[in-house]
Every structure is written in C-alpha cells, then in structure tokens.
C-alpha cells in the first residue's frame, strides 16, 4: 500500500465551522450539570473524604500512623510523590515540546494535560508536605531571612526539589493561564449570565483578538515553550536526584535522571489517555479529540515504555559490570527477594503489555488503550515503589532488615490523592473550556489563508 | 446611553481569513497607522499583511533570565560561603554543580514571569476591560468565527467617509462606528464602602489575632508541646496499676550484678578463688577503692585506726594472724556478704573491684610483715634508682 505521508490527515474531523468548534467546547460549560456530573463527583468526593479523615488523622497522631518506620524511611510519601509529580510530566510535554515540534495535533489536548499537569502537581505537593509531619511550617523550606541568620542547605537535593516543584507548578500555571485568555475572552462574549460576565472579563483582563496582540502573545507562547520544555526536563531529573544522589546501592546510579524523565512521559501520557477516553465521549468531542490524536499518545506510550524498559536492563547490566557486590546484592534482591511480586508486577506492565501497541489496530481501539493505560499507570506506580522500597529494605546492615506493609492510612491518602485529582478534573471540565477554543479554531479546516505559502 | 458621541474609530467585519489579509493589506498600503485586526486566532501571514515589527517580548525574558541567573548564583555564594559557611556533606563552600538546579530554576522562574508579566503590562495595558471596543457587537463577532479590521480615529488620516468607502470597496459585511464609553466614577465616600472596609478591617484584625494567639496552640498546630510520652513518675493509663515505670521482668539481671550465691553463710565456699593477678594497675585500683570505701573504718593502713572518733565501733587490725591466714576468697566473702556489724559493700563496691582490695590487703599485709628476701629487693630497687 501506498501512503503519501506529506499529507497530513486534517486535526479536526468532520468539517467543523469554528462557531460550531466554539458551541462544542463551550457547552459544558452553558449546561446545567447532569445525573453523569453528580455520580462522579460522588465518587471521586469519597474518595477525597477519604484521604481527608486519614490526613486528619495524621496530623493528630504524627507519622507514626503510616507504614514507614527503619529500614524503610521513604514508604508511601516519596513513593506516591514521584508518581504523581510523573503524572503531570505529559501536560508540559504535550503544551511545550510538542508546540515547539510543531506538531498541530496537540492542540486538541494540550488544555486538557495542562490541566492535569497542575492538578497532578498539587497531589504530589501534598506528600513532602505531610511527610514532614508539620505541613503548617512548610514555609521553612524557603530561604527567608531569619533572626538565626541560618539559610536552607542548598546543596541539598530535597531543597533543589521544593525549587524545582514549585517553579514548575507555578510555571505551569501562568502557561496554562495564558493559553486560557482568549477563550475567557470569547467565552466572555457568549454568555448570557452577568456574573459569568463579570468573572469572565476579570480573567480576560480585556483582551479584544487585536492581532497586535497576538504578535506578542505568539512570541510569548514560543518563549514559555521554550522555557517551559527544559524546565519539565530538570524537574524529574531533580527529583531523581533523591535517589541518585544519595550512596544507597540501587539508588546510586547515573541513569536515573533520563530513566526516570522517560518514566513520567510514561505515565502521564497513560493517564492522559485515561482520562481523555471518558472525556471525549461525554462531552462529544470525538471531532476535536480523534483516534488520530490517541494513535500519536499510543505511540509516544509504546516508545517511552521500551525506554524504561532499557533502564531495567541496564540497571541489571551495570550491576554485573560494575562488580560492586552491594550493587548486584540490590538487584538480584530486587528481582527476586521478598519484593519479587512487586517488580514482575512494574516489569509485566510497563514493558510487556504496552508491546501490543505495534499493531494498529490495538492502537485505535478504544477497549484496549484503556485497558494497557490503566495498566501502564499501576506499573508506573510500582515502578516507584520498587525503586524505593527494595532498596531500604535491605540495607548495609543485615540486623536492621525489615518489610515494609503500608497501614490504612497509608493507603487512604493514596486514594484521596486520587479523589482530589479527579475532583479537580471533574470540576475543571464543567467550569473551563477542556479545549482551546482559540488554538482550534487556528487549525481547523479552511482557517488560514490560502494564498499563504511556506510552512509554519 | 453608556457612550460618549466622540469616535473612537470605525471597524469592519469579513467573512474569510483571505478577505481579511486582503483588507489589512489594502488599508495599511492606503498609509492609515493607527489600524488594528481583531481575529479569533492569529491568522498566518497577517503581521507581514499590517507591516509590523517583530515582537521586542524577548528582550524582556533574556534581561530577566540572566538577572534571575546571577541573583540565584550569587546569593548561594553569599548564603553557603559567606554569611554562614558550612561544610555539608564534604562539599566545598562554593560548590558549583550543587548550585546549578537552583540556578537553572530561578532563572526560568524569574523569565517566565516576567515574560508573561511585561507583556500583559508593559505591552497590553492590560487589564482593560474598559476600551472602547469591549462590550460592541464588533468585538462579539470577532471572537467567534468573523475577521475584522478597525481604524481608528486619533489616526492622521483619518476621515469617516473615505473610511467607509475603502472598507465597502474591500468587500467588507458590517461597518460599525466605534464610540469613546463614558468614564466610570468610583465615589469612595460612600456609607456603603466605608462599612466594607471597616468590615474588612474587623474581620483581618479578628482572625489575625485568633491565628496567632490561639489556633496556633491547638493541636496539632501546637508547637509539640503536648506529646504522648510518659515522663518519669507519671501516671500510665496502659498498665493496670497505673505505674508508668516499669519492674524489670522477675529474674532479670543487671549488667555487672551477678547474684552471689553465698549470701549469709557464715564461711565461703572452697571454689572461691581469686581471678585477677596482683599486677601493677590492679593494684592501683584496690587501693584507690580501698581508701573510699575500707579506710574510713579500718584505716589507710589496715591497722584498724578508724577515723570516726567512736561513732562506729572500731574494727580489729587486719595485720593479726587470723586475718593474714584468711584465704582470698574469705576476705571477697566478708566485703560482700559482711560480717559481724560490717555491712555487705556488694552494692558499692563491684566484683573487680572487691577481688582488687583484697590484692591490696595483701599488700597492706606483706609490707607490715616484710621478710628478709623482700629487704633485699628494696635495697636494689633504691640502688639502682639512684644510679
């Protein structure tokens, strides 16, 4: 069969008006909240009720009340920290690398993975903080002057990490901002209700389309982009600093950083995937969101899963190569110690089952994905669990071996940090557009000059 | 009526990205400056379309990244090397490779922001939810799906009629005359805003005091001042007799307190042997415990010589017979168990030590009854020693 690749198969399906691409994407947001709305956020509510009381009770009784305890200082926190801060990693690379790649079809997903990128950020915040065991003084993180005259330790990895989360978050979010004004903008002309209008035009900040200001605007999504894809570069390269920077065997290693930044394109691509599935079909955007869009995130998926399962095997290698006993102790331990189950588990997900997206048709078909995602995004969390357990729970000193078991709170925090990122995400799609209205509209059909040649 | 009657400026709808290149074209080549496009999306080939300059935005982010860049460095440098050097970790004062993740994320921090800032201020004016073309039917169809063009009237060639003619000519749909909007007043002496702010007032003072002055000491923000430990003496709430020390477990034997297994007879047993050999160092220590705990009573030469004044009988001499011809582990038994009034020293005085003060009786002895073999030795000793 021939293909002619040149031609791109068009971003936007079914010959779409841009009022109708507007109608579509604002009307989430003009309707009343259905019977679907409230069973969700039924659900998820628990879910973070859930992970509330269990935070309360930590707070009231200490740390104490989780698993953690010598050997195994880093349990759950450092665990589920990693895997959400990995979470949001597809967001940036969606919105920046991806715009910088030119690649048009990111726009109908860019919004909603910015979305997530923040809300997967704040769930990861909250595990340091709570594991500090006083969130309320977590100002101390911070170099401020103080009548000690003592500063934080910034040759600390722990504080490149606070550096490195907030920068992001904070990026993230004017990113995400600046993307959302001129919809606020647009979204501010269709409504009907005043104090929609008034919330509207305050986060509009005025903007009137003047393409005087999309000169700048244009410039400035370049620049954020630009800053943007090197920043969710160190970021999880940071945070594998953790481990790497530390002597514990299994954790010493030079591959983290690339290992662990293919880990979190991951894993947020899978949750992207999750989410999108049951987003495109509630709100009908299957024109907006197409199985092209997925074929593309299957595949990213497929290739960042065979990069990290490069990094099993090298982790193996090095072992072996390096004859350093404590080293080959870890590994071997780790494959098949008193956490076997648990790295067969990571192994099985996250290299074997994300093979099947060789074939084309695993790839469009909606059962599957949704199956291999969910399970790439368990993988990925054991993945986590593996490179943090396993490596304390045999350490240098035979007498002090232990095995870690997560408690009830422990594993009620994990689900409330579910619960609130899907809150957050149910809420988002029923009060901000979940697709760029603007950017859209700039790549659907017939929406460019066509006298204009070159290629940008 | 929310407007002025002076112009603002007179704006035109089109239908098609095509027609509105078209129009910016034409209108900007007629030599019209103060002219603006308003579109749903920046439509490819417009700036070139309006002759406008590339955006100068950059500059802003480089000043500021590189600002953000050196501030990070050099505060590290102060902060770690300066103000208060430490070493952590091994590391050097100025540890270069420790600081470059701080560095690198200022410095995107401090870009970004200002970026996103300077442009929304510095370059938008922004927010300006009161210009002229907010609010017009104009702006509402072009954040939709329509293209329009606007020339305004501070514009030196401006002139309506020719305007409206141009625009026609260029197969423009809508022609609308943009109005100044009246100023909005903001009275600040109103009843109605002076409460507001006395309410806000009262309120920030309220919970500012409640925050400091007492959430800040309930739990569990309470500095751990309350904590769930027993202290010494406390009563426990876990054990049924509401001790909160414990017994050690029955049988249990403390470190260096091995029970002595005879306690109370009169004569010791003939397994009691002395284990240490009277070196130098042993003997030092007998008699260092000898002179705290023997000599108050039998003097610090043994001859029974106490230094009470009567306030304890006084012991008999140990140079007698009998005691000289008592074995080793008669006098280990007497110091431990006692004897007569003489208490048992077991608890003050630990086994090394009792087997150390029996060496040193012995010597106490020997020196009183020294024989003719040990005066020798002491002549060559002193000979020698002043040689």
């Given at each position: 069969?021939?293909i002619d690749y040149?031609?791109e198969p068009?971003?936007?399906e079914?010959r779409?008006?841009?009022?109708?691409i507007?109608?579509?994407?604002?009307?989430?947001?003009?309707t009343r909240p259905?019977?679907?709305?409230f069973i969700?956020?039924?659900?998820?509510?628990?879910?973070?009720?859930?992970?509330i009381?269990?935070?309360?009770?930590?707070?009231?009784?200490g740390?104490?009340?989780?698993?953690?305890?010598?050997?195994?200082?880093?349990?759950?926190?450092?665990?589920?920290?990693?895997?959400?801060?990995?979470?949001g990693?597809?967001?940036?690379l969606i919105s920046?690398?991806?715009?910088?790649l030119?690649?048009?079809?990111?726009t109908?997903i860019?919004?909603?993975?910015e979305?997530?990128?923040?809300?997967?950020?704040?769930?990861?915040?909250?595990?340091p903080?709570?594991?500090?065991?006083?969130?309320?003084l977590?100002?101390y993180?911070?170099?401020?002057?103080?009548q000690h005259?003592?500063w934080?330790?910034?040759?600390?990895?722990?504080i490149?990490?606070?550096?490195a989360v907030?920068?992001y978050f904070?990026v993230s979010?004017?990113?995400?901002?600046?993307?959302?004004i001129?919809?606020?903008?647009s979204l501010?002309?269709r409504?009907?209700?005043?104090?929609k209008?008034i919330?509207?035009?305050?986060?509009s900040?005025?903007?009137?389309h003047s393409?005087?200001?999309w000169?700048?605007?244009?410039k400035?999504?370049l620049?954020?982009a630009g800053?943007a894809t090197?920043?969710?570069l160190?970021?999880h390269?940071i945070?594998s600093?953790?481990?790497?920077?530390?002597i514990m065997p299994?954790?010493h290693?030079?591959?983290?950083?690339?290992?662990?930044v293919?880990?979190?394109?991951?894993?947020?691509f899978?949750?992207?995937?999750?989410?999108l599935?049951?987003?495109?079909?509630?709100?009908?955007?299957?024109h907006?969101?197409?199985l092209?869009?997925f074929?593309?995130m299957?595949?990213?998926?497929?290739?960042?899963?065979?990069?990290?399962?490069?990094?099993?095997?090298?982790?193996?290698?090095?072992?072996?190569y390096s004859?350093?006993p404590f080293?080959q102790?870890?590994?071997?331990?780790?494959?098949?110690g008193?956490?076997?189950?648990?790295?067969?588990i990571?192994?099985?997900?996250n290299?074997?089952?994300?093979?099947?997206f060789?074939?084309?048709k695993?790839r469009?078909s909606i059962p599957v994905?949704l199956?291999i995602?969910i399970?790439?995004?368990v993988?990925?969390w054991?993945?986590?669990f593996?490179?943090?357990?396993?490596?304390?729970?045999r350490?240098y000193?035979?007498?002090?071996?232990?095995?870690?078991t997560?408690?009830l709170?422990?594993?009620?925090?994990?689900v409330?940090?579910?619960g609130?990122f899907?809150t957050?995400?149910?809420?988002?799609?029923?009060?901000?557009?979940v697709?760029s209205?603007?950017?859209?509209?700039?790549?659907a059909g017939?929406?460019?000059?066509?006298?204009?040649?070159?290629n940008h | 009526m929310n407007?002025?009657d002076?112009?603002?400026?007179i704006?035109?709808?089109f239908d098609t990205?095509?027609?509105?290149?078209?129009?910016?074209e034409?209108?900007?080549?007629?030599?019209?400056?103060?002219?603006?496009?308003?579109?749903?999306?920046p439509?490819?080939?417009m700036?070139?379309?309006?002759?406008l300059k590339?955006s100068?935005?950059?500059?802003?982010?480089l000043?500021?990244?590189?600002?953000?860049?050196a501030?990070?460095?050099?505060?590290?440098?102060?902060?770690?090397?300066l103000?208060?050097p430490?070493?952590?970790g091994?590391k050097?004062f100025?540890?270069l490779?420790a600081?470059i993740?701080?560095t690198?994320e200022?410095?995107?921090?401090?870009a970004?922001?200002?970026?996103?800032?300077?442009m929304?201020t510095?370059?938008?004016?922004?927010?300006?939810?009161n210009?002229p073309?907010n609010?017009?039917?104009y702006i509402?169809a072009v954040?939709?799906?329509?293209?329009?063009?606007?020339i305004?009237?501070?514009?030196?060639?401006?002139?309506?009629d020719v305007?409206?003619?141009?625009l026609?000519h260029?197969?423009?749909?809508?022609?609308?005359?943009i109005y100044?909007p009246?100023?909005?007043?903001?009275p600040?002496f109103q009843?109605?805003y002076l409460?507001?702010l006395?309410a806000?007032?009262i309120?920030t003072?309220?919970?500012?005091?409640?925050?400091l002055n007492?959430?800040?000491?309930?739990?569990?923000?309470n500095?751990?001042m309350v904590?769930?430990?027993?202290?010494p003496?406390e009563?426990s709430e876990?054990?049924?007799?509401?001790?909160?020390m414990?017994?050690?477990?029955?049988?249990?034997?403390?470190?260096?307190?091995?029970?002595?297994?005879?306690?109370g007879e009169?004569t010791?047993?003939?397994?009691?042997?002395?284990?240490?050999?009277?070196t130098?160092?042993n003997?030092?220590?007998g008699?260092?415990?000898?002179?705290?705990?023997?000599?108050?009573?039998?003097g610090?030469?043994a001859e029974?010589?106490?230094?009470?004044?009567?306030?304890?009988?006084?012991?008999?001499?140990?140079?007698?017979?009998?005691?000289?011809?008592?074995s080793?582990g008669?006098?280990?038994?007497?110091i431990?168990n006692?004897?007569?009034?003489?208490p048992?020293?077991?608890?003050?005085?630990?086994?090394?030590e009792?087997w150390?003060i029996?060496?040193?009786?012995?010597?106490l002895?020997r020196?009183?009854f020294?024989?003719e073999?040990?005066?020798?030795?002491?002549?060559?000793?002193?000979?020698?020693?002043?040689?």
């Amino acid at each position: 069969m021939k293909i002619d690749y040149k031609i791109e198969p068009p971003v936007v399906e079914g010959r779409l008006s841009l009022s109708q691409i507007e109608e579509l994407v604002a009307k989430p947001l003009e309707t009343r909240p259905d019977k679907k709305f409230f069973i969700a956020i039924g659900i998820s509510g628990t879910a973070l009720l859930i992970g509330i009381i269990c935070v309360a009770i930590t707070l009231h009784y200490g740390i104490g009340m989780w698993g953690n305890n010598q050997p195994v200082g880093w349990g759950f926190g450092i665990v589920n920290f990693v895997f959400w801060v990995g979470i949001g990693h597809a967001g940036t690379l969606i919105s920046a690398i991806l715009f910088l790649l030119r690649q048009k079809w990111r726009t109908g997903i860019a919004r909603f993975a910015e979305a997530m990128t923040i809300f997967a950020v704040i769930c990861a915040g909250l595990f340091p903080i709570l594991h500090t065991g006083r969130p309320w003084l977590g100002g101390y993180l911070f170099p401020y002057p103080n009548q000690h005259g003592l500063w934080i330790n910034f040759t600390s990895p722990l504080i490149w990490d606070v550096f490195a989360v907030s920068t992001y978050f904070t990026v993230s979010l004017v990113f995400w901002y600046i993307g959302l004004i001129p919809d606020f903008a647009s979204l501010r002309e269709r409504t009907a209700s005043k104090v929609k209008k008034i919330i509207y035009s305050i986060f509009s900040l005025g903007w009137r389309h003047s393409n005087r200001n999309w000169l700048h605007y244009e410039k400035a999504y370049l620049l954020l982009a630009g800053f943007a894809t090197p920043l969710v570069l160190s970021v999880h390269t940071i945070v594998s600093f953790d481990f790497a920077v530390s002597i514990m065997p299994g954790w010493h290693t030079t591959i983290f950083p690339p290992y662990f930044v293919a880990g979190a394109i991951f894993s947020g691509f899978a949750m992207v995937v999750t989410v999108l599935i049951f987003v495109r079909k509630i709100f009908n955007l299957e024109h907006i969101i197409t199985l092209n869009h997925f074929d593309k995130m299957n595949k990213v998926i497929m290739a960042t899963g065979m990069m990290v399962g490069y990094a099993y095997a090298m982790e193996f290698f090095i072992a072996w190569y390096s004859g350093n006993p404590f080293e080959q102790f870890v590994i071997i331990n780790r494959a098949f110690g008193p956490y076997a189950w648990a790295y067969w588990i990571m192994v099985t997900c996250n290299v074997v089952f994300p093979q099947l997206f060789w074939i084309k048709k695993f790839r469009r078909s909606i059962p599957v994905m949704l199956a291999i995602a969910i399970l790439v995004n368990v993988g990925m969390w054991f993945e986590r669990f593996v490179i943090t357990v396993t490596s304390l729970h045999r350490d240098y000193l035979p007498s002090s071996w232990g095995y870690f078991t997560p408690t009830l709170y422990d594993i009620g925090i994990l689900v409330g940090s579910f619960g609130l990122f899907f809150t957050l995400v149910i809420l988002f799609t029923k009060t901000l557009p979940v697709v760029s209205i603007s950017e859209v509209k700039a790549v659907a059909g017939g929406a460019q000059p066509s006298h204009h040649g070159g290629n940008h | 009526m929310n407007r002025t009657d002076k112009i603002f400026g007179i704006a035109a709808l089109f239908d098609t990205p095509d027609a509105i290149i078209n129009a910016a074209e034409k209108v900007t080549a007629a030599g019209y400056k103060k002219i603006d496009v308003n579109t749903p999306y920046p439509v490819h080939g417009m700036n070139k379309a309006m002759k406008l300059k590339p955006s100068k935005l950059g500059f802003i982010t480089l000043f500021f990244g590189l600002s953000g860049a050196a501030f990070a460095m050099l505060f590290m440098f102060w902060a770690m090397s300066l103000e208060y050097p430490m070493i952590i970790g091994g590391k050097p004062f100025f540890s270069l490779p420790a600081f470059i993740p701080i560095t690198f994320e200022v410095t995107v921090l401090l870009a970004t922001l200002s970026t996103v800032i300077g442009m929304l201020t510095f370059f938008f004016n922004y927010p300006n939810n009161n210009h002229p073309l907010n609010g017009t039917a104009y702006i509402k169809a072009v954040a939709v799906d329509k293209f329009g063009i606007c020339i305004e009237a501070s514009d030196n060639k401006f002139d309506k009629d020719v305007i409206e003619q141009l625009l026609h000519h260029l197969g423009a749909n809508e022609i609308e005359t943009i109005y100044y909007p009246k100023d909005e007043v903001y009275p600040i002496f109103q009843p109605k805003y002076l409460m507001f702010l006395a309410a806000t007032a009262i309120a920030t003072s309220l919970v500012t005091y409640f925050v400091l002055n007492k959430l800040m000491f309930m739990d569990p923000f309470n500095w751990m001042m309350v904590q769930d430990k027993l202290i010494p003496q406390e009563k426990s709430e876990v054990f049924e007799d509401g001790f909160g020390m414990r017994k050690p477990v029955e049988g249990t034997v403390a470190r260096g307190f091995i029970p002595y297994p005879f306690m109370g007879e009169p004569t010791p047993a003939d397994v009691l042997s002395n284990p240490f050999l009277p070196t130098r160092e042993n003997i030092e220590l007998g008699k260092k415990k000898y002179l705290i705990y023997c000599s108050p009573c039998h003097g610090n030469y043994a001859e029974g010589d106490s230094r009470l004044r009567g306030q304890f009988p006084n012991p008999p001499t140990l140079h007698s017979v009998r005691s000289r011809e008592m074995s080793d582990g008669m006098l280990y038994h007497i110091i431990t168990n006692g004897q007569n009034i003489m208490p048992s020293y077991a608890s003050q005085v630990t086994r090394e030590e009792r087997w150390a003060i029996v060496n040193y009786i012995r010597v106490l002895q020997r020196a009183k009854f020294a024989r003719e073999s040990d005066l020798q030795e002491i002549k060559k000793e002193s000979a020698a020693n002043v040689e």
